[in-house]
């Protein structure tokens, strides 16, 4: 009986036989991976938003605007109700003829000292009111006024007489009457009756500095407007 005598592998065999390990254990790596990964939690991934999900700006910053510094009160308190724009024909320092007058018929020539406020278009009471604290010097009937009142004060530091023509001599406070500002004093006459003494009805408000008492409504020369104050010109 012989014995099989052992053939050593040829080089060719040991070449195959590597080939052959080695595409083995990449199998076995590969298999393990796909088991590991399938056995792991995988992390949660949240979609994301739509582009279509509206998104709320944070609101600009607002503008500030300045407080404006509050302005003084005005030294004196008007002397009738819409003074101002009422002030539609005679102006201070206008002179006055019966021929050029924007008032017709005209009585009177002359620098006029003060200003008339127009009221022909009201039927109702009109109040003249005193323009600061002051006190009544004056009050009663004058030709070419009807009924009058004359009142001192101080304004901006200084005496000065004010003159209201053309009121109702019953409706007047009296003399020596201490007054406050904004306090009714008188008022307005009817027109073409003795309150007015003839005339149209409106107030003549002029303004004389000192204390010397003066009843004219005009002056015969520029000059003599001297010491009268166009009211327009005062701290209402």
């Known amino acids: 009986m012989h014995k099989r005598r052992w053939k050593r592998p040829s080089q060719k065999a040991y070449i195959v036989g590597g080939i052959i390990l080695v595409l083995g254990m990449a199998g076995l790596g590969t298999a393990y991976a796909f088991v590991h990964k399938s056995s792991t939690p995988q992390p949660t991934i949240q979609p994301s938003r739509s582009s279509s999900t509206s ?33 539609t024909k005679k102006m201070f320092g206008t002179y006055v003829t019966p021929q050029n007058s924007p008032v017709q018929p005209e009585r009177f020539q002359g620098y006029h000292n003060g200003v008339d406020v127009e009221y022909g278009d009201v039927t109702g009471d009109v109040p003249v009111y ?51 500002r904004g306090q009714q004093i008188g008022k307005l006459g009817v027109a073409y009756s003795h309150e007015t003494d003839g005339e149209r009805r409106h107030l003549h408000f002029a303004v004389l500095a000192g204390t010397t008492l003066d009843l004219r409504g005009y002056v015969q020369a520029k000059s003599q407007l001297s010491g009268w104050i166009d009211p327009l010109t005062l701290p209402f």
Request: overall charge positive; aromatic content about 8%; cysteine-free.
């Open 55 to 87: 998104v709320t700006p944070a609101p600009a910053p607002t503008a500030t605007t300045p407080t404006p510094a509050p302005q003084p009160a005005p030294e004196l308190a008007e002397p009738i109700a819409q003074f101002k724009a009422r002030i």
């Open 130 to 180: 005193a323009i600061t604290a002051g006190t009544v010097t004056y009050a009663n009937w004058v030709s070419g006024y009807g009924g009058v009142i004359v009142v001192r004060y101080q304004i901006s530091g200084a005496p000065h007489l004010v003159l209201y023509g053309h009121l109702n001599v019953a409706s007047l406070a009296a003399v020596g009457a201490q007054v406050t």
